[in-house]
């Protein structure tokens, strides 16, 4: 069974710019959430997606925003690139929605803002 | 407003003995927590977890305690082997929870 992949591995963008990143989830998985993890911050929740409705959203600015689709992917979306945008960004999806059961991860994208 | 803590940024520990990882919370509503292992250059990888109903659960050579009137729980690696060199997040929700609250991570360096 296909793990979560996440494209792409590495992005460079600029300041100002604006960014799509992209999760296809485990098949069979229907709940997808994003993370953002930076040095010293652990894993910052950013947002969960269940039956392409956003269920929940953590503390970050509208800058961020997603959606999903009708075959559980997931696409993630930051405009106006800041320099403290720069950070790993995982995806994880899980059976069900909610998080009392293991999330599954994918290897990230790296964000870096120049 | 940090939920969930791991206070030691590192620990190095020599093959073949005991890692000991801690973490503490301080939402007494959390009622599932997990220990997740990441590689650089790759994503958290699921490893253990645990019941609020529970205060130990082991997996082969891993074992998480939760100590609830403490607000406190820890993994224990028996023995512990070079491969286990990695990044180890604790990790937290509540009944009906909407996401999932990690700490900050425990970098743990296996030595032969």
Redesign the interface.
Known sequence: KAG?T?TPRYLIKTRGQQVTLSCSPISGHRSV?W?QQTP??????LF?YFSETQ??K?NFPGRFSGRQFSNSRSEMNVSTLELGDSALY?C?SSLER???S???????TRLTVT | DQQVKQNSPSLSVQEGRISILNCDYTNSMFDYFLWYKKYPAEGPTFLISISSIKDKNEDGRFTVFLNKSAKHLSLHIVPSQPGDSAVYFCAASALGAQKLVFGQGTRLTINP
Do not use: T
Not at chain 1, 40 to 45: K, R, V
Not at chain 1, 102 to 108: D, S
């Open positions: 979560v996440q959430s993370y010293g911050q652990g894993l910052q929740f969960e269920r929940n953590g995982l994880a909610g998080f009392n293991p999330l599954h991860f994918g290897n990230g």
